[in-house]
Nanobody, 123 residues
Framework: QERLVQSGGGLVQPGGSLTLSCTAS????????VSWYRQAPGQERERVAR????????IYDDPVQGRFTVSRDNGAETVYLQMTNLTQADTAVYYC????????????????WGQGSTVTVSA
């Protein structure tokens, strides 16, 4: 069964750093683009970063541009979100989402979501 398993998260002080991991289980992630989303209390879920299946192309949304870095290690079936210079506004539950390539979609694969990682930025 395909699933994404997240790790990392926790409590960090403002200005601190944290890295989240998103590991594929039951499938190979190398042909999947992966995005990171977050949802703060009372807010809608928003995307913060995306890495394409080739690992070269990335997108960062404005609130995290210059502070977050998304990377992948296909050999480890893992995508990472490195977060630096964190502020209280970054407090949220973070989710990874894997989207299969068109070829894999035609073979029946569907997007997968991780279980969520709580990040709390507080002094």
């Amino acid at each position: 069964q395909e699933r994404l398993v997240q790790s990392g998260g926790g409590l960090v002080q403002p200005g601190g750093s944290l890295t989240l991991s998103c590991t594929a289980s039951g499938f190979s992630i190398k042909m999947w683009s992966v995005s990171w989303y977050r949802q703060a209390p009372g807010q809608e879920r928003e995307r913060v970063a995306r890495i394409f299946k080739d690992g070269v192309g990335t997108i960062y949304d404005d609130p995290v541009q210059g502070r977050f870095t998304v990377s992948r290690d296909n050999g480890a079936e893992t995508v990472y979100l490195q977060m630096t210079n964190l502020t209280q506004a970054d407090t949220a539950v973070y989710y990874c989402r894997a989207e299969p390539s068109s070829y894999l979609q035609s073979a029946g694969y569907r997007e997968q979501w991780g279980q969520g990682s709580t990040v709390t930025v507080s002094a």
